[in-house]
């Protein structure tokens, strides 16, 4: 597509539901981010996708919070037993090129997460 | 470690005026790049201008420009004719495959 395209575009969620949040970047993007930012704050890493393999999940908090990106295109990012800290802006980003630091990336509109 | 400051948690200007955003990081490298983000209410980043390190022309794109001191390891960005649509979070923001953010500048432009 055009953009990078993020949905939900908003989801809330009970407090201990999972959930599932969608990034679908520029066809042929080799390299993909999450970014978990909170209100007033800056994005903050979560994980790389070079292609389909994780190479960085540095930036998970926990282990309730799981991403793949099975055929080097689409990813998803799981939470599972949503809590109240989760509640954020969720931002994916994807770059033509891996290794690159010159061009920046192009990042979708993201998904507000709202834990309940 | 890279960090990067942003010490205006808010700014404002005058429609057609002109404003400056400070931003200061820490590095060891010699070779690296530097963009500015600006994130409007869509939430969606968007690129508004990069520096090479090497560089040692200030990058400029339209009414953006930056003063990159990098003996200083400073990296502001001025707006000049300030528009209604310049109103946003604006972003610092130092690449390491992974991108390394401030906590951002909200501008607001008043007409």
């Known amino acids: 597509g055009a953009g990078v395209s993020q949905s939900p575009r908003y989801k809330v969620a009970k407090r201990g539901q999972d959930v599932a949040l969608r990034c679908d970047p520029i066809?042929?993007?080799?390299?993909l981010f999450w970014y978990q930012q909170a209100l007033g704050q800056g994005p903050e890493f979560l994980t790389y996708?070079?292609?389909?393999?994780?190479?960085?999940k540095s930036g998970l908090p926990s282990d309730r919070f799981f991403a793949e990106r099975p055929e080097g295109s689409v990813s998803t990012l799981k939470i599972q037993r949503t809590q109240q800290e989760d509640s954020a802006v969720y931002l994916c980003?994807?770059?033509?090129?891996?290794?690159?630091?010159?061009?920046?990336?192009?990042f979708g509109s993201g998904t507000r997460l709202t834990v309940v | 470690a890279q960090t990067v400051t942003q010490s205006q948690p808010e700014m404002s200007v005058q429609e057609a005026e002109t404003v400056t955003l400070s931003c200061t990081y820490d590095?060891?490298?010699?070779?690296?790049?530097l963009f500015w983000y600006k994130q409007p209410p869509s939430r969606q980043m968007i690129l508004v201008i990069r520096?090479?390190?090497?560089k040692q022309q200030n990058a400029t794109e339209n009414r953006f420009s930056v003063n990159f001191q990098k003996a200083a390891k400073s990296f502001s960005l001025k707006i000049s004719d300030s528009q209604l649509g310049d109103a946003a979070m604006y972003f610092c923001?130092?690449?390491?495959?992974?991108?390394?953010w401030g906590l951002g500048t909200s501008l607001a432009v008043n007409p």
């Open positions: 520096q090479e390190a090497y």
């Open positions: 923001a130092y690449p390491r495959r992974k991108l390394i």
């Open positions: 066809s042929g993007h080799v390299s």
């Open positions: 590095t060891s490298e010699s070779d690296y790049y």
């Open positions: 980003a994807s770059s033509l090129v891996a290794g690159t630091l010159a061009y920046g990336y192009t």
């Open positions: 996708f070079q292609n389909e393999a994780q190479l960085d």
